[in-house]
């Protein structure tokens, strides 16, 4: 099968690219002025040598920069993502935020803060919406497998969230605010100074959420309400071609879940659930440059996580609240890991090659009633390397492998090989090919969750996950006086052998629910996005299809591939005599449906998720040369809140007919002013 499959993808690579290359080079041919590229030279760190160009490098990263963040009146990654071709993001209103990435699911791709993991996965997820955004430089979005690189969790792609930095001999003093109607108020502020041997930087910000439900007298709300923290402090030392940076962050939230009231002539009462989050993480980063040619880089981090759970009954006469004597209704857990990763990379050995060499581990401990024995720890210790060659002018290869000791699990060698060629200076192919490798979390592993809703246990026999990936893709990009083109085209193919999941083991009353590996997952597909810039206005469009299907052993009707397309238009324009932009968002999610194994009726169901859309306007002005910032506008103009859905439950809830999708139209505005 996965040779069909293979043919069948390289087929299409193949046609696909001879069509584009002959329809662009005659479109080439027709201009009549070809200018350099160098307006299009965005600046990427996520798995290069050094810094280096977009156009340049090997991998196809995407780039979401500052000024999009801002434009979007975004604060989460969840809200940027959202809009991103490739990008599914399934709304929880309690775990958050998660997302699929070429049809492979958030437990598989790995998100970084300036190269560093976030740690706390929720449900096998990140969740998208803890992640802030008012201090955020760019992001970085590399799809498909990146073990090579970045080792367990990065089979179906890696996440890298670029921070500002503090530059040089400038100062910074910056406050913001920003308010929606959907009960959403922000307030943020950045502090910073630097001379031409040190710098320090803090920045922090309160994310409150008053909660959302199409019954605004509905003490239970769809959306739980929440409270966000964020701080960074964080202090640089600059060196002789190199930089020495200590950075320490903290997160907190708090999200309510208020209950429905019980009434009667005795009293008034709820059951409240409270979630507490806590998320820190100290990191040093020590970058060096030797000869200009020579790079020397070393990052390392203590990240600590914490999840508590407390349900009380609230007197909604007296506002009292008192804990639940029932200890299985309280819960928390500590996870701790401690990373390093180091590079050495001669990024010009010689006139045809390059090479990067390095080392990665990672160990994490886990603390928790519910956890066997309290308690629990695995490691993975790394040794990586690859090389780029140039065999001949416009060709580049980079053939790469990862070693790895993993302390529970015999984990294979890891390759990837990439290629880029340059038909022409306006006109580039890549291709890739790589193996993936995910170990099973600790709560796979170890998890004990029994009282008298639930039993489930982990599963300290689980099969490691190993994934193959294939990409090929086109890179048009051409500019002629102040107009620039870009023609993108791609095609995937994933396939995830022994992918975990619930299921039901044993009947009756012996009946408990356990991850096993039942699962291998194929998703396969293309998209293609066609931009165009000039001077005032510049618009975007982009299409995309993803065939998934998941084979579940002794189910033959899962062994099918469904589609999922998906659409985005995004334009801007601006009227540069006023300091103005007009910005229109809009991303259309197609039906997208999955055999799933139903954990409750221990029987196979097709899952499904009807198709909505999410389009947003804003509009953007700046006042006192730049200082002032204001950005406000409507989101959600289609008023979408939840859409027709057949959600298979796990052991936790019966199923459900909609899946939340959005919190409604609302109106916002944000403010940002600089003080120097």
Not at 189 to 205: D, H, Q, R, T, V
Not at 662 to 673: L, P
Request: glycine share 6%; proline share 3%; charged share 20%.
């Amino acid at each position: 099968m996965i040779k069909k499959f293979a043919t069948y993808l390289i087929g299409k690579c193949l046609i696909w690219t001879v069509l584009c290359t002959f329809v662009i080079g005659w479109i080439d041919s027709q201009a009549q002025k070809l200018d350099s590229l160098q307006s299009l030279e965005e600046m990427v760190v996520t798995g290069q040598y050094e810094a280096n160009s977009l156009n340049k490098s090997v991998l196809k990263v995407k780039v979401i920069d500052a000024k999009r963040i801002e434009a979007q009146g975004a604060f989460t990654l969840q809200q940027v993502l959202a809009n991103e071709l490739n990008v599914r993001i399934i709304q929880d209103p309690i775990l958050g935020s998660s997302m699929q990435l070429q049809g492979v699911g958030g437990n598989n791709i790995k998100i970084l803060i300036d190269g560093v993991p976030v740690v706390g996965r929720e449900n096998g997820n990140i969740d998208l919406s803890q992640i802030n955004l008012q201090n955020v430089a760019r992001i970085e979005l590399v799809e498909g497998p990146m073990s090579v690189n970045f080792g367990t969790d990065a089979l179906g792609g890696v996440i890298n969230i670029i921070t500002k930095k503090q530059a040089a001999k400038s100062k910074t003093a910056r406050i913001g605010a920003y308010a929606e109607s959907i009960g959403q108020y922000n307030a943020d502020l950045a502090l910073g100074s630097a001379n031409e041997k040190n710098s320090l930087l803090f920045a922090a910000n309160r994310n409150f959420f008053g909660g959302f439900s199409e019954d605004p007298n509905s003490r239970a709300k769809l959306w739980k309400p929440r409270t966000q923290y964020n701080a960074e402090l964080s202090y640089s030392r600059f060196l002789n071609k190199g930089l020495f940076r200590w950075t320490n962050q903290f997160f907190s939230e708090k999200i309510i879940d208020r209950g429905v009231p019980s009434i009667d002539w005795t009293q008034a009462i709820a059951l409240d659930r409270h979630y507490q989050t806590s998320r820190y993480s100290s990191s040093f980063f020590y970058d060096k440059k030797h000869n200009g040619k020579r790079n020397i880089n070393v990052v390392g981090s203590y990240n600590v996580y914490m999840r508590r759970f407390n349900t009380l009954v609230k007197d909604l006469v007296s506002l009292n609240e008192q804990m639940v004597a029932v200890p299985y209704e309280h819960d928390t857990n500590w996870f701790h890991q401690v990373m390093s990763r180091g590079t050495y990379a001669n990024v010009a050995f010689s006139e045809k090659l390059s090479y990067q060499m390095g080392y990665e581990f990672n160990h994490e401990f886990s603390f928790g009633s519910r956890m066997v024995n309290q308690s629990a720890n695995m490691g993975d210790y790394n040794l990586f390397a690859s090389t780029e060659w140039k065999p001949f002018k416009h060709f580049l290869l980079r053939p790469a492998m990862r070693i790895i000791y993993h302390t529970q699990y015999n984990a294979p060698i890891v390759p990837s090989i990439n290629f880029k060629y340059d038909i022409r200076e306006s006109i580039a192919v890549r291709g890739s090919y790589a193996r993936g490798f995910r170990a099973p979390s600790l709560k796979e592993l170890y998890l004990q969750f029994v009282d008298a809703a639930h039993n489930i246990r982990g599963n300290e026999q689980l099969s490691a996950e190993t994934s193959d990936n294939m990409q090929l893709g086109l890179s048009y990009a051409y500019k002629w006086e102040s107009r620039i083109v870009r023609f993108e085209p791609i095609l995937f193919y994933n396939r995830i052998q022994n992918m975990i999941d619930l299921a039901r083991v044993g009947s009756g009353n012996d009946a408990m629910f356990q991850y096993v590996n039942i699962n291998n997952f194929t998703s396969y597909g293309s998209s293609c996005n066609l931009e165009y810039r000039t001077e005032p206005y510049q618009v975007s469009l982009g299409y995309s299809v993803t065939g998934r299907k998941n084979e579940l052993p002794n189910y033959m009707p899962s062994n099918q591939f469904f589609y999922a397309h998906e659409w985005r238009f995004n334009a801007a324009y601006l009227i540069k005599k006023y300091n103005l932009s007009l910005n229109y968002f809009c991303k259309l999610n197609g039906r997208i449906q999955i055999y799933e194994y139903n954990a409750i009726q221990n029987d196979v169901t097709l899952d499904f998720i009807d198709p909505f859309a999410l389009m947003d306007f804003t509009i953007n002005k700046s006042f006192f040369k730049q200082r002032l910032s204001l950005t406000g506008g409507v989101k959600n103009i289609l008023d979408v809140i939840n859409v027709n859905a057949n959600l298979s439950s796990g052991p936790h809830a019966s199923g459900s007919s909609i899946a939340a999708a959005g919190m409604g139209r609302s109106g916002f505005i944000g403010i940002k002013y600089s003080f120097l």
